[in-house]
């Protein structure tokens, strides 16, 4: 069975940290590239950033970054969402996603594999 799992959600205050991980059974994420996007309620689904295979090329949203940091480990089949100094407007559902195209981007169409989701809710 293909499954990518997230965890690291919570309620932090604002300006806290939190990482999230993605890690998947029964395939293995280095062959694909690793994308993270979010859902808060009301609002339509937006990519936040994405990995490539090799870990060296990566994007961000306008949004996030500087705040945000993806990276990838193969040894533990896992990817990495560093999350710091957040902010209420980062509340929100947050997915990993995995993509065997050759090119990536956040067009969630891209994506084969998506995980079940995290919340994170950031208020004081």
């Known amino acids: 069975q293909l499954r990518l799992v997230e965890s690291g959600g919570g309620l932090v205050q604002p300006g806290g940290s939190l990482r999230l991980s993605c890690t998947a059974s029964?395939?293995?994420?280095?062959?694909?590239?690793i994308g993270w996007f979010r859902q808060a309620p009301g609002k339509e689904r937006e990519g936040v950033s994405y990995?490539?295979?090799?870990?060296?090329?990566?994007s961000y949203a306008d949004s996030v970054k500087g705040r945000y940091t993806i990276s990838r480990d193969n040894a533990k089949n896992a990817v990495y969402l560093q999350m710091n100094s957040l902010k209420p407007e980062d509340t929100a559902y947050y997915y990993c996603?995995?993509?065997?195209?050759?090119?990536?981007?956040?067009?969630?169409?891209?994506?084969?594999?998506w995980g079940q989701g995290a919340q994170v809710t950031v208020s004081s």
């Open positions: 029964g395939f293995t994420l280095e062959n694909y590239s």
């Open positions: 996603a995995a993509s065997g195209s050759r090119f990536v981007s956040f067009d969630a169409q891209l994506y084969d594999y």
């Open positions: 990995i490539n295979r090799s870990g060296r090329g990566t």
